[in-house]
């Protein structure tokens, strides 16, 4: 079972930055290891379904939602078993709960998590 926590949520301003942070830890899949893992970064607006922000293959291949182009970068650091999740020019609908997920399926730019392996989410608030 992995564990993942996530960190650096808060209020802020339009115009203003964030970075995420998810510690994973754990048993991963067939015994790999952190770095042989994808991640994937969702969010979840109030009254709205969880959506994929982000997502970042082993390989580190990236895959972005249309809506945050340009303005997130998905990142790790797999000496610390972290993903990162750094947001600029935040405005106020990026405003929602954040998640991140270890050890989905990454395919053809496209990611799948699995049942398993979420955080307890961090929110997200920009104000106008």
């Known amino acids: 079972q992995v564990y993942v926590v996530e960190s650096g949520g808060g209020l802020v301003q339009a115009g203003g930055s964030l970075r995420l942070s998810c510690v994973a830890s754990?048993?991963?899949?067939?015994?790999?290891?952190?770095?042989?893992?994808?991640i994937g970064w969702y969010r979840q607006p109030p009254g709205k379904q969880r959506e994929l922000v982000a997502a970042?293959?082993?390989?580190?291949?990236?895959n972005y939602a249309d809506s945050v182009v340009g303005r997130f970068t998905i990142s790790r650091d797999n000496a610390k078993n972290t993903g990162y999740l750094q947001m600029n020019s935040l405005k106020p609908e990026d405003t929602a709960v954040y998640y991140c997920?270890?050890?989905?399926?990454?395919?053809?730019?496209?990611?799948?998590?699995?049942?398993?392996?979420w955080g307890q989410g961090t929110q997200v608030t920009v104000s106008s």
């Open positions: 754990g048993t991963f899949f067939s015994g790999t290891t952190f770095s042989g893992n994808a």
């Open positions: 997920h270890v050890g989905g399926l990454f395919y053809k730019e496209a990611y799948y998590p699995s049942t398993g392996n």
């Open positions: 970042l293959s082993a390989s580190d291949t990236t």
